[in-house]
């Protein structure tokens, strides 16, 4: 069965800095991949996906996410953070015709 | 802009209750999804439905049902309510595959005493 990590319950961080955010997944087939963010007392939306094609894949708010087949991971990043970014971050990855979630990081930026 | 709606964000209950949640999307979507979130667990399927009146379970079904008799609709039942049932249930929905971008409501925050 498929199975998402992500590493980092919290990851902090004071505004303009660089993060990163990391997941792995533990299939050897093709995937598609996601990352979704959740504000306070929101729903998830969509921040990227990777379906095929370039390993790059740019998303919304400014990050971005690459896609590495050989070590299984999918790490979001974003090179300067806002206060606005405060969320909580969810990997998610199929599984036949399911989506498969992580866990989630809950992202705190501080001024 | 598609638009999920669920009929509640907060909800108490007591033990034994039966609850319903409902599910509403505009976008014509094929699949929903009904989800709960649970602090350090992330988001756990609890049934989906590909279309009127077919669903499939998903990872945790037990002591939950589910009913779409409308496309746009899709309600969770909770038959009789416990304690460990407390947690934030997510409507979600999609077009088509499991490539598409799921659309999540806002959730309900429903409590069992």
């Known amino acids: 069965a498929q199975s998402v990590t992500q590493l980092d319950s919290q990851v902090p961080v004071f505004e303009e800095a660089p993060v990163e955010l990391r997941c792995n997944y533990s299939?050897?087939?093709?995937?598609?991949l996601f990352w979704y963010v959740q504000y306070p007392n929101q729903g998830l939306q969509l921040l990227l996906k990777y379906l095929s094609g370039s390993t790059l894949v740019k998303g919304i708010n400014g990050f971005d996410a690459e896609f590495n087949k050989s070590q299984t991971s999918f790490h979001l990043r974003k090179p300067s953070v806002h206060i606005s970014d405060t969320a909580e971050y969810f990997c998610?990855?199929?599984?036949?015709?399911?989506?498969?979630f992580g866990t989630g990081t809950r992202l705190q930026v501080f001024p | 802009d598609v638009k999920v709606t669920q009929s509640s964000r907060y909800l108490v209950k007591r033990t034994g209750e039966k609850v319903f949640l409902e599910c509403v999307q505009d976008m014509d979507h094929e699949n929903m999804f009904w989800y709960r979130q649970d602090p350090g667990l992330g988001l756990r399927l609890i049934y989906f439905s590909y279309d009127v009146k077919m669903k499939e379970k998903g990872d945790i079904p037990e002591g939950y049902s589910v009913s779409r008799e409308k496309k746009e609709r899709f309600s969770l039942i909770l038959e009789s309510a416990s304690t460990n049932q407390t947690s934030m249930y997510l409507c979600?929905?999609?077009?088509?595959?499991?490539?598409?971008?799921?659309?999540f409501g806002p959730g309900t925050r429903l409590t069992v005493l």
């Open positions: 299939s050897s087939v093709s995937v598609y």
């Open positions: 979600a929905s999609s077009p088509t595959g499991p490539a598409d971008t799921q659309y």
């Open positions: 998610a990855v199929t599984y036949t015709d399911k989506l498969i």
